[in-house]
């Protein structure tokens, strides 16, 4: 069986994201593709275009990763990732960014595909934990120590771990995350990797 016919099965006929049904083609996720369904989605050309930098990306469109997210299906899930590390500055995605879970594997994965495109260290700032140890998007991270949540009305605990932080591009000393349901702002000489 083809790929393509091992994609279209594995989809429904679909675009793994939009649900789109015109114009589906194989799409390769790398870095390192093996030809495989295993490795590639199937997309419409809008999605692909947009994936492939080909297009620019159309935040609304990527709406529909509010439910493709959420795919059991590693090559999707990686995509969904990198997708919305790139539009950071889109808080829908930022927030599901944060609750987005991959297992291990996956996560590298999807990290291994970002290069530069998530604002990890592009303009030269580089965040680093209070053990000197550099700090990633998507990296979690934990509290070394009780910190009073301004403006909030709670104390975010000492040992609580921060799953998915993002970098403040223009301040090596902030990175941000998500506490009790609550996205701050935290100071990362309060943090170790995790």
């Given at each position: 069986m083809s790929i393509e016919?091992?994609?279209?099965?594995?989809?429904?006929?679909?675009?793994?994201?939009?649900?789109?049904?015109?114009?589906?083609?194989?799409?390769?996720?790398?870095?390192?593709t093996d030809g495989t369904a295993e490795m590639a989605v199937l997309a419409c050309t809008t999605c692909a275009d947009q994936i492939s930098g080909a297009a620019d990306i159309?935040?609304?469109?990527w709406l529909c990763l509010?439910?493709?997210a959420w795919s059991q299906v590693p090559p999707v899930q990686v995509v969904a990732y990198r997708m919305?590390?790139?539009?950071?500055?889109?808080?829908?995605?930022?927030?599901?960014l944060d609750v987005l879970y991959l297992?291990?594997?996956?996560?590298?994965?999807?990290?291994?595909?970002l290069g530069g495109s998530a604002g990890e260290g592009d303009d030269g700032v580089v965040h680093k934990d209070t053990h000197g140890a550099v700090l990633a998007a998507?990296?979690?991270?934990?509290?070394?120590k009780d910190l009073k949540v301004k403006g909030a009305n709670f104390t975010a605990k000492r040992g609580t771990a921060v799953r998915n932080i993002s970098l403040v591009a223009d301040n090596a000393?902030?990175?941000?995350g998500r506490v009790n349901d609550q996205?701050?702002?935290?100071?990362?000489?309060?943090?170790?990797?995790?």
């Open positions: 016919q091992t994609l279209s099965d594995r989809a429904g006929d679909v675009c793994e994201f939009c649900g789109a049904t015109e114009a589906l083609r194989p799409l390769d996720v790398g870095p390192d159309d935040p609304k469109h509010n439910e493709a919305l590390s790139r539009m950071r500055d889109e808080s829908w995605a930022r927030d599901l297992d291990d594997e996956t996560l590298a994965w999807a990290k291994a595909g998507g990296d979690t991270v934990t509290l070394i000393s902030q990175i941000e996205r701050i702002v935290i100071l990362t000489e309060f943090v170790k990797k995790a």
